[in-house]
């Protein structure tokens, strides 16, 4: 008794099959290229370590605490 509209259910589409042309895994889909541009070589080596911390944490933001660790790890202390 149903008079609503009804539409053929629309086909799955699977984003992570890769062989339909999406992003094969292990390439990271984030720009870090050019993102440090101007940056003194301190805060570019600080910036790369962040950045390779991300990645590797699978990480789009970090916390603080996270930012110390990184910062200590490159031999910083107070």
């Given at each position: ?5 009804e539409t053929a259910p629309a086909a799955f589409v699977d984003r992570r099959n890769y ?60």
């Amino acid at each position: 008794m149903s008079q609503g509209l009804e539409t053929a259910p629309a086909a799955f589409v699977d984003r992570r099959n890769y062989v339909l042309g999406g992003t094969p895994p292990g390439v990271e889909r984030r720009q870090f290229t050019n993102s440090h541009d101007g940056l003194s070589p301190e805060a570019r080596e600080l910036a790369l370590a962040i950045d390779e911390y991300k990645v590797r944490h699978r990480r789009r933001f970090i916390t603080y605490e996270e930012m110390l660790s990184v910062i200590q790890e490159l031999g910083y202390h107070k």
